[in-house]
């Protein structure tokens, strides 16, 4: 029998279903005298309650139970010969007015998917970025290698503190004449230019000796963590005990080794940080370029967007958002309202996305191979000490393997689309890309 689809609004339909009665108090009829060879009940033994018993105690439930169970094969058959594709739930309930003798009528309403239009891609404008790994990257590089293993030295009696130098400070800070919490310490330590202070701070301790004292006013940010004092102004006495230089280590072979180099060799050690640094700005400008073929793919895509989908994304969003909460120690996440229309535009950029993506791939095939997905795994591998853990672990869990293929067929979208666009090169430099400049 032909299924009667009527459409309502934009992706909007509703299907009519009707169910025979007799089909439901069969069905309940046996799960009752299922039911009565297995239930207890006081006053009877096990599997001796009478039938008449059990339909009194339990009718109701299982023909709610029932005809929840049969609506619902009734409508994934009725969707499955119309050829819909449905997006979220269906919401279903009983038709009001009379049903016809011997039936129970309910309609349900639900969304479908949308048919995805994708305009010529020959228009599509995309700014493709390029970056090279320079000399000056590598030093850099180096120079944050031997950062990390610096030791540090007591500076000469009279020798003013200055970047890069690791001080100790008693200091305290009152607001208004009055202490606060946190605001006071003896024996702390800081290097003087790392940011570890906030601004005012460093710059009153900067150029300090050894024994000075001084007093300076410093104004917390209005967004300052700590949110007693943020936006207020206080005086802070500081006392310095020590002022100690920093000993960066020598590029030899001695810092090579202890960077895992075993011929300890500098240009060894430089060519490894080359093929680090390349890794890393190949990713990078993999994510970039990636993001702006995309930009570029949904603006060239004429498509509705199903509400229940949006809404699916815009709850897991939400939920996202409470873990990532909950893992930074704030209490009470689970109780605290966060507005969805905090994630609408992102949740909805997300589904639309989704959407053009996969007609994208089906309309040309764009799947990933096993050859490709194994070729990104190892790649990914690489960075570590031991990749062929790392590829036992992609590859030893069907969710992280579904994770890299859904990477790399993303990565199949990006290389069509290049190939269809208009694409304009654009180099940057290495400090640009890494978020430097």
Same mark, same amino acid.
């Given at each position: 029998?032909? &299924?009667?689809?009527?459409?309502?609004?934009?992706?909007?339909?509703?299907?009519?279903?009707?169910?025979?009665?007799?089909?439901?108090?069969?069905?309940?009829?046996?799960?009752?005298?299922?039911?009565?060879?297995?239930?207890?009940?006081?006053?009877?033994?096990?599997?001796?309650?009478?039938?008449?018993?059990?339909?009194?105690?339990?009718?109701?439930?299982?023909?709610?139970?029932?005809?929840?169970?049969?609506?619902?094969?009734?409508?994934?058959?009725?969707?499955?010969?119309?050829?819909?594709?449905?997006?979220?739930? $269906?919401?279903?309930?009983?038709?009001?007015?009379?049903?016809?003798?011997?039936?129970?009528?309910?309609?349900?309403?639900?969304?479908?998917?949308?048919?995805?239009?994708?305009?010529?891609?020959?228009?599509?404008?995309?700014?493709?970025?390029?970056?090279?790994?320079?000399?000056?990257?590598?030093?850099?590089?180096?120079?944050?290698?031997?950062?990390?293993?610096?030791?540090?030295?007591?500076?000469?009696?009279?020798?003013?503190?200055?970047?890069?130098?690791?001080?100790?400070?008693?200091?305290?800070?009152?607001?208004?004449?009055?202490?606060?919490?946190?605001?006071?310490?003896?024996?702390?330590?800081?290097?003087?230019?790392?940011?570890?202070?906030?601004?005012?701070?460093?710059?009153?301790?900067?150029?300090?000796?050894?024994?000075?004292?001084?007093?300076?006013?410093?104004?917390?940010?209005?967004?300052?963590?700590?949110?007693?004092?943020?936006?207020?102004?206080?005086?802070?006495?500081?006392?310095?005990?020590?002022?100690? %230089?920093?000993?960066?280590?020598?590029? *030899?072979?001695?810092?090579?080794?202890?960077?895992?180099?075993?011929?300890?060799?500098?240009?060894?050690?430089?060519?490894?940080?080359?093929?680090?640094?390349?890794?890393?700005?190949?990713?990078?400008?993999?994510?970039?370029?990636? %993001?702006?073929?995309?930009? %570029?793919?949904?603006?060239?895509?004429?498509?509705?967007? $199903?509400?229940?989908?949006?809404? +699916?994304?815009?709850?897991?969003?939400?939920?996202?958002?409470?873990?990532?909460?909950?893992?930074?120690?704030? $209490?009470?996440?689970?109780?605290?309202?966060? $507005?969805?229309?905090?994630?609408?535009?992102?949740?909805?950029?997300?589904?639309?996305?989704?959407?053009?993506?996969?007609?994208?791939?089906? +309309?040309?095939?764009?799947?990933?191979?096993?050859?490709?997905?194994?070729?990104?795994?190892?790649?990914?591998?690489?960075?570590?000490?031991?990749?062929?853990?790392?590829?036992?672990?992609?590859?030893?869990?069907?969710?992280?393997?579904?994770?890299?293929?859904?990477?790399?067929?993303? *990565?199949?979208?990006?290389?069509?689309?290049?190939?269809?666009?208009? &694409?304009?090169?654009?180099?940057?430099?290495?400090?640009?890309?890494?978020?430097?400049?």
């Amino acid at each position: 029998m032909a &299924v009667n689809v009527e459409t309502l609004e934009k992706l909007e339909r509703k299907i009519t279903l009707e169910l025979p009665l007799a089909a439901i108090e069969k069905e309940v009829d046996v799960r009752l005298k299922r039911m009565a060879r297995q239930v207890k009940m006081d006053g009877f033994r096990p599997g001796k309650v009478p039938f008449s018993v059990v339909a009194q105690r339990h009718g109701y439930a299982v023909q709610y139970e029932v005809v929840n169970d049969q609506v619902g094969q009734a409508f994934s058959a009725a969707a499955a010969e119309a050829g819909l594709r449905i997006a979220g739930a $269906p919401r279903i309930s009983e038709k009001e007015g009379e049903a016809p003798e011997g039936q129970l009528v309910f309609e349900a309403v639900f969304e479908v998917f949308p048919d995805v239009k994708i305009n010529d891609l020959a228009a599509a404008e995309v700014e493709k970025i390029t970056a090279e790994v320079d000399d000056a990257a590598i030093d850099r590089t180096l120079d944050i290698l031997r950062k990390q293993r610096r030791t540090f030295a007591v500076r000469a009696e009279g020798e003013a503190a200055q970047d890069g130098d690791r001080v100790t400070i008693d200091f305290e800070g009152k607001i208004d004449g009055v202490p606060f919490e946190g605001g006071k310490a003896e024996g702390f330590q800081f290097i003087v230019g790392d940011g570890q202070m906030l601004k005012e701070f460093e710059d009153a301790v900067r150029g300090m000796k050894t024994g000075e004292s001084k007093t300076f006013p410093l104004n917390f940010p209005e967004d300052y963590h700590g949110k007693e004092v943020a936006g207020k102004t206080a005086d802070f006495l500081v006392t310095l005990n020590k002022v100690e %230089a920093a000993q960066l280590p020598e590029v *030899n072979e001695e810092l090579v080794k202890s960077l895992g180099i075993e011929d300890g060799a500098v240009e060894s050690l430089r060519a490894d940080i080359r093929k680090n640094l390349e890794r890393e700005v190949k990713f990078r400008l993999q994510a970039r370029n990636k %993001a702006a073929v995309m930009d %570029a793919l949904v603006a060239q895509a004429e498509l509705d967007l $199903p509400k229940a989908s949006v809404q +699916a994304e815009v709850e897991r969003l939400i939920e996202n958002a409470r873990a990532d909460l909950k893992q930074r120690g704030i $209490p009470d996440v689970d109780k605290a309202p966060i $507005p969805a229309e905090l994630f609408q535009a992102q949740a909805e950029r997300r589904v639309r996305l989704g959407l053009v993506v996969a007609e994208l791939v089906k +309309a040309n095939n764009l799947t990933a191979t096993p050859e490709q997905i194994d070729a990104h795994i190892n790649d990914l591998a690489a960075s570590y000490e031991r990749p062929e853990d790392v590829v036992r672990w992609y590859k030893g869990d069907n969710r992280r393997l579904a994770e890299m293929e859904a990477v790399v067929i993303e *990565n199949n979208v990006v290389d069509f689309v290049l190939a269809q666009a208009k &694409v304009t090169d654009k180099a940057i430099s290495f400090e640009e890309l890494m978020g430097q400049a």
